[in-house]
């Protein structure tokens, strides 16, 4: 079920959330004792117990059953985790035997057994290796356009349902291709012949047979066949070399810390993992027992050191059911497909006879009636606003000065042996012509190399000691005026407590001697950024429209755009092609003038109560070799404001120590206006996104408009432009940030769907929505204001925005009172036409509407 591949989750991303490795002392649960009292043969409403497995490694129970008079399998897992979960798969810490009563009760006891022939049979045989060419519309977005062709070899692999074949296949798959020492990523990454790996890389268990496949994307036609030989030249230097065994290392420590990490979906996400091995009969207990998996791997490893050679040599080598596809790009593919489906349509059209095509018509407009009429959802279980609880629990957070100035904040939760370091730094010295290149900064400076080490050192390290170190580019609202915002970049990392001083000594060398000086590695990572962002955009449409709509509204939409838009998409071309890429290079030291210092920083901390007197330590050593500022600041049109974050002095109760100053932009020269902007793009389908300027958090206003968001969404946008207009998806959304944003995805219409936004407006305008409606909204919204935050979360609004519990609270009791009058009141207020300041933007095809209209500008 897990994917190796580098863009693809892996086991290592789907398993977050356990106990550590090997069959440690659990701690106290009242769900896992429950469940280990159950025994086999015992009977529970209708069901048969099976079996009872403790997993101490994920820190649950497991309790299999089945059904006495259909046979239906049934499995819960018992852990000490509210966030429950019910797909005859059952998790967390609810009572279980309610729960099979009612599906007894009210499902199974209706039905009799039968014998499904659901099993999937295995996949015949190869004799000999095949290949098939495909074709695909052209990449408008891609640097070279002579370099559009994918090509991928695929192997077949054993039944998914012999466990640990698969988890040693798992992590053969990440050994050969994760990261920079992995040996397909050296061969195929850096021999320059394409710009990344081919989708779906790595192993795949998502059917009984599970596949690898490897690949690259962005290659010219003449080079396939380079390829395909490093690919075979690759699979032979394995077959001679082996890995390394801190190769190996790092894999099974970044199994151990990411099964430690804590997720807030670790349910669901066991799910997804064990549905397709017991789907196919397999035993999903057997697959979760990662800890024996892991002591049987070594064993392996111990009594042959050829072993994971020998798979190589089984499944890749000598494995004649291997596929290698190509695809290339087609200039009139989207032409064709149209054709082809428009003469399907005519067939179907023409063999229709006269009464058919009556029934058809009049079933269409039965079809719209339905749509149009108001649902009864009374018959559907739901939730009270009366039933959330009018108060949040506060989190404890202490703030002390590291090297006698800069603000840490720590925050004592239950992580479960791990320690999370945050630090964010201050961007409002950077000169504004250095703005555009802080995402790719953030993208390599983990990547390149740092101190002494080089990047395939740096890159082993990292893996040996952390579970990841990050940078990424923030633009920060300001929760009181539209107009002021905070720039920086959040450098975040985690690590079992045993590797803290390792994990904050690379911190260190990154921060003192970042290297910029592998100037063919950086092209590498430069071509891989700009595939990654091309890729993005057809996926993603809507995001991009949305920002883009919101760049002339505030300063710091201009800002996210530049970080995060379409213009950093284009700049990121624009350097792929560049024939020298050291003039870009040149200004990232430039940028570590500004943001590797001390004089802008803040941190934080999460950890467990003991961990916290050595994270202390480590932060405060890591604070001391942090140089000093080198970067004047130079004003021009901005202006810095200086804002304490809420603390103990200023009334938070849960906030203990000095006050964090957070320096936050403003430009007094701005003025947001109106703007339309047609991106030319070849898709089939739009993306649409339309902003407006409303309310900043703090305002009364702006917890109706959340509200005014979920309504309009779920009563009105979702009927008009996904189930009549056919688009994939539409909308409203209210940023923190006070943009009220309208979107469509991947939709067959475009001025339409703005008219759409448009009646919606009006809609609200003329309260045609009840109370019942109003309720739902805001069951929608309390759904994600009290969505579940995981122990390496928490405090983290504090850190970044500035928002204490204190705040926060004041907003909720804001969403309760939130009214039938008040939505009428903000959406004339903020929506109608001429009120408030709205841009526009498109994502799709040529447009004979907007080239017509002077307003849009196209691109």
Same mark, same amino acid.
């Given at each position: 079920?897990?994917?190796?591949?580098?863009?693809?989750?892996?086991?290592?991303?789907?398993?977050?959330?356990?106990?550590?490795?090997?069959?440690?002392?659990?701690?106290?649960?009242?769900?896992?004792?429950?469940?280990?009292?159950?025994?086999?043969?015992?009977?529970?409403?209708?069901?048969?117990?099976?079996?009872?497995?403790?997993?101490?490694?994920?820190?649950?129970?497991?309790?299999?059953?089945?059904?006495?008079?259909?046979?239906?399998?049934?499995?819960?897992?018992?852990?000490?985790?509210?966030?429950?979960?019910?797909?005859?798969?059952?998790?967390?810490?609810?009572?279980?035997?309610?729960?099979?009563?009612?599906?007894?009760?009210?499902?199974?006891?209706?039905?009799?057994?039968?014998?499904?022939?659901?099993?999937?049979?295995?996949?015949?045989?190869?004799?000999?290796?095949?290949?098939?060419?495909?074709?695909?519309?052209?990449?408008?977005?891609?640097?070279?356009?002579?370099?559009?062709?994918?090509?991928?070899?695929?192997?077949?692999?054993?039944?998914?349902?012999?466990?640990?074949?698969?988890?040693?296949?798992?992590?053969?798959?990440?050994?050969?291709?994760?990261?920079?020492?992995?040996?397909?990523?050296?061969?195929?990454?850096?021999?320059?012949?394409?710009?990344?790996?081919?989708?779906?890389?790595?192993?795949?268990?998502?059917?009984?047979?599970?596949?690898?496949?490897?690949?690259?994307?962005?290659?010219?036609?003449?080079?396939?066949?380079?390829?395909?030989?490093?690919?075979?030249?690759?699979?032979?230097?394995?077959?001679?070399?082996?890995?390394?065994?801190?190769?190996?290392?790092?894999?099974?420590?970044?199994?151990?810390?990411?099964?430690?990490?804590?997720?807030?979906?670790?349910?669901?996400?066991?799910?997804?993992?064990?549905?397709?091995?017991?789907?196919?009969?397999?035993?999903?207990?057997?697959?979760? #027992?990662?800890?024996?998996?892991?002591?049987?791997?070594?064993?392996?490893?111990?009594?042959?050191?050829?072993?994971?050679?020998?798979?190589?040599?089984?499944?890749?080598?000598?494995?004649?059911?291997?596929?290698?596809?190509?695809?290339?790009?087609?200039?009139?593919?989207?032409?064709?497909?149209?054709?082809?489906?428009?003469?399907?349509?005519?067939?179907?059209?023409?063999?229709?006879?006269?009464?058919?095509? !009556?029934?058809?018509?009049?079933?269409?407009?039965?079809?719209?009636?339905?749509?149009?009429?108001?649902?009864?959802?009374?018959?559907?279980?739901?939730?009270?606003?009366?039933?959330?609880?009018?108060?949040?629990?506060?989190?404890?957070?202490?703030?002390?000065?590291?090297?006698?100035?800069?603000?840490?904040?720590?925050?004592?939760?239950?992580?479960?042996?791990?320690?999370?370091?945050?630090?964010?730094?201050?961007?409002?010295?950077?000169?504004?012509?250095?703005?555009?290149?802080?995402?790719?900064?953030?993208?390599?400076?983990?990547?390149?190399?740092?101190?002494?080490?080089?990047?395939?050192?740096?890159?082993?390290?990292?893996?040996?000691?952390?579970?990841?170190?990050?940078?990424?580019?923030?633009?920060?609202?300001?929760?009181?005026?539209?107009?002021?915002?905070?720039?920086?970049?959040?450098?975040?990392?985690?690590?079992?407590?045993?590797?803290?001083?390792?994990?904050?000594?690379?911190?260190?060398?990154?921060?003192?001697?970042?290297?910029?000086?592998?100037?063919?590695?950086?092209?590498?990572?430069?071509?891989?950024?700009?595939?990654?962002?091309?890729?993005?955009?057809?996926?993603?449409?809507?995001?991009?429209?949305?920002?883009?709509?919101?760049?002339?509204?505030?300063?710091?939409?201009?800002?996210?755009?530049?970080?995060?838009?379409?213009?950093?998409?284009?700049?990121?071309?624009?350097?792929?092609?560049?024939?020298?890429?050291?003039?870009?290079?040149?200004?990232?030291?430039?940028?570590?003038?500004?943001?590797?210092?001390?004089?802008?920083?803040?941190?934080?901390?999460?950890?467990?109560?003991?961990?916290?007197?050595?994270?202390?330590?480590?932060?405060?050593?890591?604070?001391?070799?942090?140089?000093?500022?080198?970067?004047?600041?130079?004003?021009?049109?901005?202006?810095?404001?200086?804002?304490?974050?809420?603390?103990?002095?200023?009334?938070?109760?849960?906030?203990?120590?000095?006050?964090?100053?957070?320096?936050?932009?403003?430009?007094?020269?701005?003025?947001?206006?109106?703007?339309?902007?047609?991106?030319?793009?070849?898709?089939?389908?739009?993306?649409?996104?339309?902003?407006?300027?409303?309310?900043?958090?703090?305002?009364?206003?702006?917890?109706?408009?959340?509200?005014?968001?979920?309504?309009?969404?779920? !009563?009105?946008?979702?009927?008009?432009?996904?189930?009549?207009?056919?688009?994939?998806?539409?909308?409203?959304?209210?940023?923190?940030?006070?943009?009220?944003?309208?979107?469509?995805?991947?939709?067959?219409?475009?001025?339409?769907?703005?008219?759409?936004?448009?009646?919606?407006?009006?809609?609200?305008?003329?309260?045609?929505?009840?109370?019942?409606?109003?309720?739902?909204?805001?069951?929608?919204?309390?759904?994600?204001?009290?969505?579940?935050?995981?122990?390496?979360?928490?405090?983290?609004?504090?850190?970044?925005?500035?928002?204490?519990?204190?705040?926060?609270?004041?907003?909720?009791?804001?969403?309760?009172?939130?009214?039938?009058?008040?939505?009428?009141?903000?959406?004339? #207020?903020?929506?109608?036409?001429?009120?408030?300041?709205?841009?526009?933007?498109?994502?799709?095809?040529?447009?004979?509407?907007?080239? !017509?209209?002077?307003?849009?500008?196209?691109?």
């Amino acid at each position: 079920m897990w994917r190796g591949g580098v863009r693809t989750r892996s086991l290592l991303e789907r398993l977050r959330g356990g106990a550590s490795l090997g069959a440690r002392r659990r701690r106290g649960t009242a769900a896992c004792e429950r469940a280990l009292q159950h025994e086999v043969g015992e009977r529970i409403h209708g069901f048969t117990v099976s079996q009872v497995t403790d997993i101490p490694e994920l820190s649950l129970t497991a309790v299999k059953l089945s059904h006495d008079s259909t046979g239906a399998k049934y499995l819960h897992l018992a852990r000490e985790d509210t966030n429950n979960l019910f797909r005859f798969f059952t998790y967390g810490s609810f009572p279980l035997e309610q729960h099979l009563r009612q599906i007894h009760e009210e499902a199974l006891s209706k039905f009799e057994k039968i014998k499904p022939n659901t099993a999937v049979p295995t996949q015949k045989p190869w004799d000999k290796p095949r290949e098939f060419q495909i074709t695909c519309g052209p990449d408008a977005l891609a640097a070279d356009s002579s370099k559009q062709t994918t090509v991928g070899v695929g192997f077949l692999l054993p039944d998914i349902t012999d466990t640990f074949e698969a988890f040693t296949l798992n992590l053969l798959s990440s050994l050969l291709i994760s990261g920079p020492n992995s040996p397909f990523y050296k061969a195929l990454i850096e021999s320059g012949l394409g710009t990344d790996f081919s989708p779906d890389v790595g192993y795949n268990g998502s059917t009984r047979e599970a596949y690898f496949s490897v690949g690259l994307q962005g290659v010219a036609e003449q080079d396939v066949q380079a390829v395909r030989d490093i690919i075979d030249g690759t699979i032979e230097e394995v077959l001679q070399k082996g890995f390394e065994d801190d190769q190996i290392e790092a894999l099974l420590h970044k199994i151990e810390i990411q099964m430690k990490h804590q997720s807030v979906s670790f349910g669901l996400t066991l799910t997804s993992y064990i549905a397709p091995c017991w789907n196919h009969d397999g035993d999903p207990v057997d697959l979760l #027992k990662l800890g024996s998996q892991v002591a049987r791997f070594r064993q392996c490893l111990r009594e042959n050191p050829g072993f994971l050679q020998e798979k190589v040599k089984q499944y890749f080598k000598n494995n004649p059911h291997k596929l290698t596809l190509s695809m290339k790009p087609d200039d009139k593919y989207f032409e064709k497909q149209t054709q082809k489906e428009t003469e399907k349509l005519k067939q179907k059209i023409d063999s229709l006879s006269p009464k058919d095509k !009556k029934q058809i018509y009049e079933k269409g407009l039965e079809l719209q009636t339905q749509q149009s009429k108001a649902q009864d959802t009374s018959c559907l279980p739901a939730l009270k606003v009366s039933d959330i609880e009018p108060t949040i629990p506060l989190t404890h957070l202490e703030v002390a000065l590291a090297a006698g100035e800069t603000p840490v904040q720590y925050c004592a939760q239950p992580t479960n042996g791990v320690v999370y370091f945050r630090a964010f730094c201050s961007l409002h010295t950077l000169p504004e012509e250095l703005r555009p290149y802080v995402p790719l900064f953030c993208s390599v400076l983990t990547k390149l190399g740092c101190g002494l080490l080089d990047y395939r050192q740096q890159a082993q390290q990292i893996e040996l000691k952390t579970g990841g170190m990050a940078a990424s580019p923030h633009v920060i609202p300001d929760g009181t005026h539209l107009d002021v915002y905070e720039q920086g970049v959040l450098f975040s990392s985690f690590c079992l407590d045993r590797n803290l001083p390792d994990m904050m000594h690379l911190w260190s060398e990154i921060f003192h001697s970042p290297c910029f000086e592998e100037e063919e590695y950086f092209r590498v990572l430069v071509t891989m950024c700009a595939q990654e962002l091309s890729n993005g955009v057809p996926d993603s449409g809507h995001l991009y429209a949305m920002v883009r709509a919101g760049r002339t509204l505030t300063p710091a939409g201009d800002l996210q755009e530049t970080f995060s838009g379409m213009d950093q998409v284009k700049l990121m071309k624009r350097m792929v092609g560049m024939s020298d890429v050291r003039q870009v290079l040149r200004k990232l030291p430039h940028i570590t003038k500004h943001v590797l210092n001390r004089d802008n920083m803040r941190c934080s901390v999460n950890a467990t109560p003991q961990q916290m007197s050595l994270a202390e330590k480590e932060v405060e050593k890591f604070v001391r070799n942090v140089g000093r500022s080198k970067a004047e600041w130079k004003p021009g049109h901005l202006s810095v404001v200086e804002k304490p974050a809420p603390s103990g002095s200023s009334g938070s109760t849960h906030i203990s120590g000095p006050r964090v100053l957070r320096k936050l932009i403003t430009d007094p020269t701005f003025k947001p206006h109106q703007m339309k902007t047609h991106f030319l793009l070849p898709f089939p389908v739009n993306h649409v996104g339309e902003c407006v300027r409303t309310a900043p958090y703090t305002d009364p206003d702006h917890a109706s408009l959340k509200v005014l968001a979920r309504l309009m969404t779920a !009563k009105f946008l979702h009927t008009e432009i996904r189930e009549k207009g056919g688009a994939y998806g539409a909308g409203a959304r209210l940023g923190r940030d006070g943009m009220f944003t309208f979107y469509s995805y991947r939709d067959p219409h475009s001025t339409e769907t703005l008219q759409s936004f448009a009646k919606a407006v009006d809609w609200a305008k003329a309260g045609r929505f009840t109370q019942q409606d109003i309720d739902e909204a805001k069951l929608s919204v309390f759904a994600s204001v009290d969505a579940p935050v995981p122990p390496s979360d928490r405090g983290l609004e504090h850190f970044l925005y500035g928002v204490s519990d204190e705040l926060k609270q004041v907003h909720r009791e804001r969403l309760f009172a939130v009214s039938h009058d008040s939505l009428v009141a903000v959406s004339d #207020k903020y929506l109608s036409v001429g009120r408030g300041t709205r841009g526009l933007a498109l994502l799709g095809p040529e447009n004979a509407k907007i080239a !017509k209209d002077p307003s849009w500008i196209v691109r």
